[in-house]
């Protein structure tokens, strides 16, 4: 590709609001740019790169015995009321109507379409197990759109889907795909750690994510050095205390507290620490009723395992401060569980407490010396918070939080899909059996986000040479100025071609200094300079954007060269 033919657009500035290094490289360097909040454009060198991810995932996934497909963005309402998401799914799915009025919504995932295209093409267990894939664009809409490609509202996913007579047959593609995986990371450059998400509460379901470590990372991931325990703090259990709560010592007394709305205010105000308060958080619950969560003031709330709760509406809704008020007669940041008559549901940890501190149901006071089962009665428990460094794993282990982005996941749906949408299939002896799924995703634009993040320095991106949108910047200095540099450079680029290697030949006018930055910002793995001084002593300059090394090299020895430093062999 010719840079004089690209009207490519660089910035040295970092823009205004990327956050991480990813999102602020890829828009320096022209790779992509935002059409609207979570919308990007993949403008023609970024493209290459995108297409080179699916290239990998393309080629493992038919290596593994998948079959490609297409399937429809825009998926009728019809077949998500079939399995209950058009309610559950909630405001991520974006609806909208033809102009029969007819419900659509814009994909987010495929469960649906590839069941339905399941009952209608599988019909005997002769036809099982079948693994079908796409690579195809998804739309959530997205609470909090943000760093570029990461959590993007459009965005780029590999989805497959297969299907199985029994539960060995599943358990063997489920392998299959995790060894898959891994493979396709290695291949694209990228360290992943494998993070266990199966827990007791989705029963016999198996899941496992796929994780970068870094950290920018918007996951949060529960590990034990030395020991086989690694998961996503959405699904870590937070085991209860091991001792008995305390016994209470104060008595319950109710005092002013005007502008100490947060823990931390509540904290200074009354000379304690948060791990003596508890907070009080209303979500709605399935019968247009609101339920308090107690968590204890120092831990947060996991809403993966609140969603889970009988009798809490999916997806979780908190109450805003309206509905708070009416119920409780105060501003969220002086509730509390005294004296409600709502469902109250309390952390392990929080039940735990004593003589704790807690909203009065009064704007501008708190309880200070409250005690369970005297001051209000024993409390409903659950596991309702995210883990902390120091909590014990189930195995015992001290727990460690790093943190990921999800790049993977691979999910056992069992017969969830199948048995809602009625995909069945005759089994050996002609009875009809609904049929076992699992479901592999990878954010294929995503992975592009997390490889700059983990590949760029101070000038730039540093791509690893898989994912490199060229192999070679060609750089033709002054060439206006010199006829030599123009024909010489000219024939590098036309034998660098007919190499089958992937050239971006800057033959702009421009500064020296400026093709420089950009081929550094691009993040292009060899650089090959062509100048007149150099020309004149038979050399032209080889730099190598990784190491930052550059050396002399004779003119005819270049292509040769490179194309033994391109490791084509992966
Ligand atoms: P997350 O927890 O990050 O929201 P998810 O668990 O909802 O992701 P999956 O349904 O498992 O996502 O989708 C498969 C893959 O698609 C994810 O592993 C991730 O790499 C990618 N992905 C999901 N949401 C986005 C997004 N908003 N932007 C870019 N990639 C995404
Ligand atoms: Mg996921």
Redesign the pocket.
């Known amino acids: 590709m010719r840079l004089s033919k690209l009207p490519l657009t660089t910035f040295k500035e970092v823009p205004a609001d990327a956050e991480i290094a990813s999102h602020q490289l890829m828009l320096r360097a022209g790779l992509i740019r935002q059409l609207a909040s ?1 919308l990007f454009t993949w403008m023609p060198i970024g493209l290459r790169v995108l297409r080179k991810v699916e290239q990998v995932v393309r080629e493992e996934m038919d290596r593994a015995g998948a079959m490609e497909l297409l399937m429809p963005a825009v998926q009728p309402a019809e077949l998500w009321q079939e399995t209950g998401r058009w309610e559950k799914y909630g405001p991520l799915l974006l609806r909208m109507h033809d102009r029969k009025n007819r419900e659509f919504c814009f994909g ?2 495929h469960e649906e379409v590839i069941t339905d295209i399941g009952r209608q093409e599988l019909k005997s267990y002769k036809q099982l197990p079948v693994n079908y894939y796409q690579i195809q664009t ?1 739309f ?1 809409d ?1 609470l909090r ?1 943000r760093f570029g ?5 459009e ?1 780029v ?1 590999k ?1 497959a889907y297969s299907f199985h007579l029994d539960q060995d047959s599943l358990d063997e593609t489920y392998a299959l795909m995790e060894s898959t995986y891994q493979l396709i990371f290695k291949r694209l450059g990228l360290p992943c750690k494998s993070v266990d998400a199966d827990s007791g509460a989705i029963g016999g379901a198996r899941s496992c ?2 994780h970068v470590l870094a950290e920018s990372g ?2 949060a991931l529960a590990y034990v050095d030395g020991e086989d325990f690694a998961m996503n703090v ?1 699904l870590a259990p937070a085991a209860a205390p091991d001792e008995p709560r305390a016994n209470a010592t104060k008595e319950m007394q109710k005092v002013e507290t005007p502008d100490s709305r947060s823990i931390d205010q509540v904290c200074d105000k009354l000379a304690t620490v948060p791990s003596q308060t508890v907070k009080t958080l209303l979500v709605e619950g399935e019968k247009n009723d609101l339920i308090a969560l107690v968590l204890r003031g120092d831990h947060s709330l996991n809403s993966s395992k609140a969603e889970k709760l009988d009798g809490v509406r999916q997806p979780l809704t908190l109450a805003d401060a309206e509905q708070i008020e009416s119920v409780l007669g105060a501003e969220p940041g002086f509730v509390g569980p005294v004296g409600t008559k709502i469902r109250v549901v309390a952390d392990y940890s929080a039940a735990a407490c004593a003589d704790f501190v807690c909203g009065a149901n009064e704007n501008g006071r708190h309880l200070t010396g409250v005690n369970w089962g005297r001051d209000l009665p024993e409390p409903e428990t659950a596991d309702l918070r995210n883990v902390v460094t120091g909590d014990k794993s189930p195995a015992g282990g001290m727990i460690s939080i790093a943190r990921g ?5 691979i ?1 056992q749906l069992g017969d969830t899909y199948s048995k809602r949408m009625n995909a069945r299939v005759l089994d050996k002896d002609g009875r009809e059996q609904p049929m076992l799924m699992g479901c592999y ?3 294929v ?3 592009v986000a997390a490889s700059v993040e983990q590949n760029h320095d101070e000038k730039g991106i540093v791509w690893p040479s898989r994912l490199a949108p060229f192999q070679v910047a060609l750089l033709a200095l002054n060439a206006k100025k010199s006829a030599e540099v123009r024909s010489f450079a000219e024939s590098l680029y036309e034998k660098f071609t007919q190499a089958g290697i992937e050239v971006l030949f800057d033959d702009r006018d421009a500064r020296p200094g400026v093709m420089f930055a950009d081929a550094d910002l691009l993040g292009i793995p060899h650089q090959v300079v062509v100048g007149d001084r150099g020309l004149g002593n038979g050399i032209v300059e080889y730099r190598q954007r990784c190491s930052g090394d550059s050396r002399e090299m004779e003119l005819d020895g270049i292509v040769d060269y490179i194309t033994t430093q391109i490791d084509s062999k992966d």
């Open positions: 979570g987010p995932t998804k959530r997205e759109p490609l990461m959590r993007a509202r965005f996913m989805d994510e796929f918007e996951d959405e982005i999800e790049v993977g996941h999910f995703g990878i954010g634009s995503r992975i």
